[in-house]
């Protein structure tokens, strides 16, 4: 048998075992989603239309985002009902 | 071949093509796709009776292509499915990409191929292009002789695909309309006897396989030092597969009584100073024109190959080492090399042959006949090369026209 | 207040029972259409599901690298010439093997209507047990947009650019989710992202429908990239998609169709392509050829939802199960 330096199998095989693979996608963000939680309702429309589903609720109050991964893409802020979620850029974050 | 023990009632007069049907329900197969293509129609005709009349308990699926079957018993094999098809010229080129992407994904998928050409003049007749069109997908290839090792070596090809220490899909090839359609006597062994056969199978290490609910998956990308890592893995485990072959036919020999030497069978070559080498079903007149001609006290004998990939050149150049002159017989072609494909290898690793002398024939091609009068003229030759004469490096046999405007 | 605010919560969230399985950071542009669905499949289906996929946008994140993985499902990275047949294979041994199993294929309009319809057309006609999902980019997007068969009238791609003797795509797009439909499989339906309860509630039923078979899914997912659309606007995209009768939602059990969601009032289809680049070059003479093909189009579903109710599909029909 020849080394297993890269796979554990025989052929092409991959595990989900060990931690899986992940991009910090937080990254690539321009605008960042900024919740005003007097507006937010509630309803978690912004939680089921984010692609990458990293809008989490807090306690019952309202729903962030997670920067760690959000890609700024602005959806959640779009399909907001009451305009509760703003877009702003990331340079007003930089201290 | 050596028979030592057969049991005459279990001999019945069958077409090669039935042969790998039998073979196939013997083997115990969970899944079968195939689509029909002459000349191996016959082979998912026979499978479907059996299939229809309860006699094989797999799951058919009649696809509605070659492509669809090939990746459909990749699936089914990377699930952990015994699984078997069939094709042949166009049907093997039209599933090549899953022929390729079974190889790497080692997935032991035994088929057979019946061998046809595939030029775009369209020839519904026996050659072995398609065998060498898809030569290095990475497949083990076989080639078998006659209908009793069509079911032999699909027997055998189980057994070496699926061996842990192997993992690779095996492909065995006979000549299209020479062995499909030839009917002749084949010992059909007992299931039993069968089942036992494969039944080492079972006492080994259980491979990867795809399991719903389980945090694994086929199909990565083999990044840098992954891929290579894969291939070389795969290099490895073709290296491997020769002696483990080798071991499956000693094996077949001490369960069914027959054997056939493994990589490659020598025909009375022991005392040879010159040697035919060939393949197939060319090999069965081959060994009947050296009969006659060792009655006249002329020393020849035959090596045919019976697996091509790996290309077993350690087996060959111990066969031939020693030999004054070896004529190489091709049922297909390579361009560039003028000379035939095995000829062109076996070309490779003429200088670890103690000086033995090589000499390509092209023959058999769009259904010619490899006739005994064919055989003889080949012999001729190298005998004649052999004794230092001047001889053409390549002859297409049944063609003289080759000879002397375009051959060298 | 708080009580008050739970109960306006979207019901969609009851249809996410399970975990998602994809790890949080996947390479996919922003406002991914593709990117959602994926992580919808399993968190409604459940985690125990067998996905397939092919070389497309979806293939870097459901295939492993080395021996990594980017999410904990079991899957099956393949061939767009084959994921139909692939998937028969792993279900037909799943089945003599005695294995529970959800399999689903998961491709893009490439594989399912263009290079792999031939192995999907034929996995429908065998009736095979398994869910095959198209979401449907309108084309080639992996490859960096090109013209699928499922790309609309005046679309522009990379191989239908605009220029003085081009109007983009000079041909129709085909209708994929009918094609399937007329197989009479068991289960077909339409959905997209802006309709997540709708889009649950069809996969749920395809996953009890493969039970008897075959079952398609011919999801609309854009791609913000490709159209050259604002990412924050894929959401709207497929709403106005369906508010102008450009996709409509419908679902067919044995080929009966029946409209799951009907415009009252239908907005004319610029209300859709205005939202994008690539219809931007289109006259008003395109745009007649793009209503009128839309408007054929829903009369036609409509004529067929009337016309299956009328014929009474024979119970036989619909008792023809896998015949091999």
Known sequence: MSS???????????????????????????????????KCIFCGLCAIYCPIQVVEMKGDTHFEADLDFCKGCGICAKECPKGAITMISEGEFVS | M????????????ITGNAAAAIAAKLARPDVVAAYPITPQTEVIEQISTFHASGEMDCELITVEGENSAMNAVMAASLAGGRVFTASSSWGLVFMYDAVLAVAGARAPVVMVNVNRETPGIIAVSSGQQDMISTRDAGWIFLIAEDCQEVLDLVLQAYRLAEDYDIQLPVMVHYDGFFLSYLSEGVDIPEQETVDQFLSVLKTQPKRTVLHPGEKLGVGSHGILGGYMELRHKHVTAMERSKAKFEEIDQEFADIFGRSYGGQVEEYRTDDADIVLLGSGSMCGTIKAVIDEQREKGERIGLVKIRMYRPFPHQALTAALKGKKAIGVVDRSLAFGFDGGPIYTELKAFETRMDGAKLVSFIDGIANTDITKTNVEKMIQMTRDLADGKDVPEVTWVSYPDANTKGGK | MAEKKQARLTKVLDYLKHDDPFSKGVAFCPGCGLELLLRFIPRVLGNDIVITGTPSCSAPVLLGQNNQSWHTLSYFGTLMTGAAANATGLVRY???AGIDNTVVCFNGDGTANDIGFGNLSGAAERNEPFIYICYDNEGYMNTGIQKSGTTPFGATTTTTPYGTVSRGKNLRRMNLGLKMAMNKIPYTAT????????????????????????????????????????????????????????????????????????VKKPKPVNTYTKLMKKFNHMTEADHVILQDDVDYEYCLLGGLSVLEAECQLPVSVKDQGETS
């Open chain 2, 2 to 13: 050596n028979t030592t023990t057969t049991t005459q009632s279990r001999i019945k007069v």
């Open chain 1, 4 to 38: 297993n330096h890269y796979f554990k199998h025989e052929g092409p095989w991959s595990d989900a075992g060990d931690p899986l693979m992940c991009t910090d996608t937080g990254d690539w963000r321009t605008r960042r989603p900024v919740v005003d939680k007097d």
């Open chain 3, 191 to 262: 959905a997209t992202l802006s309709d997540l309860d709708d889009l649950a509630k069809k996969l749920l039923k395809a996953k009890e429908a493969k039970e008897r078979g075959f079952c398609f899914l011919h999801v609309f997912a854009p791609c913000p990239t490709g159209w050259g659309a604002d990412p924050a606007d894929t959401i709207e995209i497929c709403r106005q998609a369906v508010k102008t009768n450009y996709f409509p939602l419908w679902e067919a059990e044995n080929g009966r169709i029946r409209m799951t969601k009907t």
């Open chain 3, 94 to 96: 799943y089945r003599k």
